[in-house]
């Protein structure tokens, strides 16, 4: 997959790319990222990417320019090319299934929104506009590194084995069965003697039981959501 970043802080890509399995993943080729600084699309003295609101009020918006001639230089004919998503609070809310849909995707173009907020008419420029929760946060950057991230892992190749994409959490709409490592005992908080049993098939249902335990408890509404 490629992915296209249009950021007025390329530098925040930087360690969060740079690392682990992202990093490898990029090694493989199986993502490959461009990031592009949206200030080499302002052509003002200041360089500015961002203007006082019409109808005045607090706080700076985001040009509609340097996004709209980026777009044009970085796909420049895109009948049902690359997909546009813009990260902002009042997007699509993204979930795994949502993932697991973009993750299919060959190329993304991804608009980091920042400031107080961004000029209307970016939005008409997207495809799609994702947010990542019900909160707000400074800037699209980290949403965007969050998008890449749970794609990326759903790509063939980038995980070890295809098992621990499928046995975990939320892709059988339940949260993760609890798991141990050693010592088998911690302070007297000792592992559950199924674990240590050897029995493979008594500890599959054990943990069955505990993933459907653990999400009715905490996630009620995962379980009705898998109906
Ligand atoms: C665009 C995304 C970007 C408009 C972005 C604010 C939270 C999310 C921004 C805007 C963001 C999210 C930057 N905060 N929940 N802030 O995905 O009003």
Known sequence: MRIDILTL???MFESVLGESILKRAQ????INIKIHDLRDWTFDNHRSADDKPFGGGPGMVMKVEPVSLALKDIA??????????????QGKRLDQELV????????????????EGIDERIRLLADEEISIGDYILTCGEIPAMVL????????????GSKDSVTQE??????LEYPQYTRPADFEGMRVPDILLS????????????E????????RPDLLKKKG
């Open 211 to 218: 993933a459907l335990k653990r999400t009715g408890k905490r």
């Open 198 to 209: 050897g029995d493979h098939k008594k500890i599959e249902e054990w943990r069955g039981k």
């Open 27 to 30: 090694g493989k080729g199986a």
């Open 76 to 89: 420049p004919a895109r009948p049902k090319g690359a997909k546009v998503i813009l990260l902002t609070p």
């Open 169 to 174: 959490s939320f892709e059988n709409g339940l």
């Open 9 to 11: 802080f390329p530098k």
């Open 148 to 159: 890449i991230d749970s794609v990326t892992r759903l790509i063939p190749g980038v995980l």
């Open 100 to 115: 697991k849909c973009i993750s299919k995707e060959k190329e993304l173009i991804l608009i980091c929104g920042h400031y």
